[in-house]
């Protein structure tokens, strides 16, 4: 039938019917990424889908990669929702990768919740009304006489009921009506949406079923590992191929020459066997001389030192300045000084980085666990001397992302890598190569001054913010928002920036750049509340102010006081803040705004011996009027929550030399069953459109953890990780 448009706030929505193979209704439709032309649009083809069979099932297709933020279950929920489908008859099918069906198709930035919310739920709506308009043209009456229950048309009268399974193929032959006639379903009488569904891949997972791409396998598939130098895109200058060559099971030992650009193909020697073990056996049996680099002097203690001088001296440049910060800091009654440092972090995915590829008459096919596939099929081409076209790239479920999959480096080398050795191939990095070639979360060091006035409010703040790059631009994921808050709270403001050159890869980690910024402004901000002599909490509302917008309505940046304050009066009062405490015990808070969502923290530790013992934490969470599947965001704020304690309590990567020092868990720890607090999740509604989970929990949690360190033991931790500065 007709292509039909359906406007949408932020992307527009082709939709068109037909009958589905087997019989019943396909509804198909194309969700075009913004700014793509409406003719070119609509001469896509329509792959995204509803099928609804002649038996009832409800298949729906998820178009987002699934990294465990539950996306490929609560995306299909907005769309079951308006159909009123029975949720226990609908199935989800991955869709596969294509730009131009489906538009973007990427996981990163909590932006998949808000892009989807309304085109998915019109989706469904249209549906519901073709089925409707199908039982009015069989029972001869009007459609506006007509509802629905899950899966079956009614008749208002109660008289006369139907399937959907038997209305589709009558459905299939409708044209979609106009969405502009269609009214969304008030949420009071949301029946999927709001109710807790269990993940649509758990079954699967909890079985042992393949799913991820560490489980992709092909016929005639060979295993690859791929050596890298320590130092970041230094090349091979000798290597005797031959012990290599020598082990059982290796069918191919090669040296790639590799180009410079860090995110792309960069030199090394793979080894190509039978089996992976065997191709790594190969591996470790090489003994490879290195060119020289010149990133190779570079050291995090030299970054260090060179901050501490930067902090000295007048800063490269001002991002950002509001009244008059030099006159406000000689005018105030009280200064408050302190130095806040994060090292360079990793992202630790427990799935190593993984891809399968096969190469063959000038195409290639590839699998792969990634954030952002279309962005791999461009880095492929380029690198191949393909067309992009030529590139067939199917989703696996990713065992952990948190930005480190955005990056296709793995996939580019397996296709590469396929198109040498002329067969399928798996390449598999190891632990080792997945902690010492990552694209880390950028170190910073923070120089920070406050002032306050006689009444102890604040009064100036200034933050000399030393990072990476070169110029007036920084490296990826180095960069600060100059409207970090308490911009827009104090009279006198400013964030005055320097850099330094870097050799070692950046990228974005999960909630990047402010899981580093919360923890120093709102670990500043305690220190400030406590010099003004005043209670954390009670500061922070004092700052907050009235409820209003700070910023540009609508623009990312925009801050909404009265939202962070209710989340923040919402923790106080779940975690009884301002309760006595025993000896050694603290009570920490921090609340931080990002990826549109406002969350606050409190953290309860015991501290003994050195030792710190993180009890429990309580999240109090505002995104928006509607939690999609409760399940899942409860899920998303505790493992926030969770990795940012972790991340605080003792990760860091090291670079000596031009090189990651650290290799495997043992020298970067992760958070133990153990020593996993109980989060406790609280969502405040308010009147906005829903945003995403996946990160705006992460930011407050180690400002929280190392307040609460303060209120147990009086001293201040301003940088990261934590362990050994308490002994």
């Not at 006639?181 to 909890?206: C, E, F, N």
């Not at 002032?451 to 007036?472: I, P, T």
């Amino acid at each position: 039938m007709d292509a039909t448009l359906l406007q949408s706030p932020s992307r527009r929505l082709f939709l068109k019917t037909g009958a589905a193979a087997g019989g019943g209704l396909l509804l198909s439709f194309n969700l075009p990424a913004a700014g793509r032309a409406e003719g070119e649009a609509t001469a896509n083809p329509f792959n995204a889908f509803v099928r609804i069979a002649p038996d009832g099932v409800v298949t729906i297709a998820a178009t987002r990669p699934e990294i465990g933020q539950g996306i490929k279950t609560s995306s299909p929920m907005l769309i079951a929702e308006e159909l009123d489908a029975d949720w226990s008859r609908v199935r989800i099918e991955q869709a596969p990768i294509d730009a131009k069906v489906f538009g973007e198709q990427s996981a990163g930035g909590s932006t998949s919740t808000p892009d989807d919310w309304t085109p998915m739920r019109q989706v469904g709506a249209v549906g519901r009304a073709l089925l409707i308009q199908a039982a009015a043209q069989r029972w001869k009456t009007p459609a506006a006489g007509l509802t629905t229950e899950p899966g079956f048309v009614v008749d208002t009268a109660g008289k006369r009921r139907a399937s959907y399974g038997e209305l589709a193929q009558a459905a299939a032959g409708l044209t979609a009506p106009d969405p502009k006639t269609l009214t969304l379903k008030d949420p009071k009488t949301y029946r999927i949406i709001g109710k807790a569904q269990p993940q649509s891949d758990t079954p699967a997972i909890v079985t042992g079923k393949p799913l991820y791409g560490i489980d992709v396998r092909v016929p005639g598939m060979l295993y690859a590992t791929f050596l890298k130098a320590p130092v970041f895109a230094a090349k091979v200058a000798k290597v005797d191929l031959a012990p290599a060559k020598a082990v059982k099971g290796v069918r191919h030992a090669f040296v790639v020459d590799g180009g410079t650009e860090l995110e792309g193909l960069l030199g090394g020697v793979v080894v190509v066997g039978d089996t992976w073990w065997a191709a790594r056996k190969g591996r470790n049996a090489l003994e490879v001389t290195w060119a020289d680099h010149p990133t190779s002097a570079q050291s995090s203690a030299g970054f260090a030192a060179k901050a501490a001088e930067l902090h000295k001296q007048p800063p490269h440049r001002n991002v950002r300045t509001v009244g008059d910060v030099k006159a406000g800091l000689a005018g105030a009654a009280k200064l408050v000084q302190a130095e806040y440092s994060y090292p360079f972090n990793a992202h630790a995915t427990l799935e190593p980085q993984n891809c399968t590829a096969s190469f063959k008459d000038g195409k290639v096919e590839i699998w792969a666990p990634a954030q952002n596939p279309e962005d791999g099929r461009e880095l492929v081409a380029k690198t191949l001397g393909i067309k992009p076209d030529d590139i067939t790239i199917h989703f696996t479920r990713s065992g952990g992302g948190f930005g480190r999959r955005l990056m296709n480096d793995f996939m580019v080398e397996a296709a590469w890598i396929s198109k040498v050795v002329g067969a399928p191939v798996k390449l598999l990095w190891t632990r080792e190569d997945d902690l010492q070639h990552d694209f880390y979360r950028p170190a910073g060091y923070h120089s920070l001054t406050a002032g306050l006035d006689a009444k102890g409010d604040l009064v100036a703040w200034r933050n000399h913010f030393v990072s990476f790059g070169e110029g007036e631009k920084f490296v990826r994921a180095a960069g600060m928002n100059a409207t970090q808050f308490p911009f827009g709270a104090v009279p006198h403001y400013a964030l005055d920036v320097s850099v330094m050159a870097l050799g070692v890869p950046t990228g974005w980690l999960r909630a990047p750049g402010n899981n580093a910024y919360g923890f120093v402004l709102q670990g500043f901000t305690d220190e400030v509340a406590h010099a003004a002599g005043q209670d954390p909490v009670a500061f922070r509302r004092k700052l907050l102010g009235e409820p209003r917008l700070i910023g540009e309505p609508g623009k990312g940046d925009s801050f909404d006081t009265g939202r962070m304050r209710g989340v923040l009066d919402l923790v106080a009062e779940k975690s009884g803040w301002g309760r006595k405490t025993a000896a050694g015990v603290g009570l920490g808070v921090a609340c931080h705004y990002s990826h549109r969502g406002y969350v606050a923290v409190v953290v309860e530790v015991t501290v003994a011996d050195g030792q710190v013992e993180v009890r429990k934490a309580w999240a109090a969470v505002d995104v928006g009027r509607q939690i999609v599947n409760p399940n899942g965001a409860e899920q998303q704020v505790q493992g926030s929550v969770l990795d940012g304690i972790g991340s605080a309590m003792g990760q860091q990567i090291t670079i000596e030399n031009g090189a990651a020092t650290q290799s495997n868990f043992g020298d970067f720890p992760m958070l133990r069953f153990a020593d996993a607090p109980d989060v406790e999740v609280h969502f405040r509604v308010t009147d906005h459109d829903p945003t995403g989970l996946g990160e705006p929990a992460l930011p407050p949690a180690p400002a929280a953890l190392v307040n609460a360190i303060f209120a147990a033991t009086g001293k201040r931790i301003r940088s990261l990780p934590i362990a050994g500065q308490l002994a």
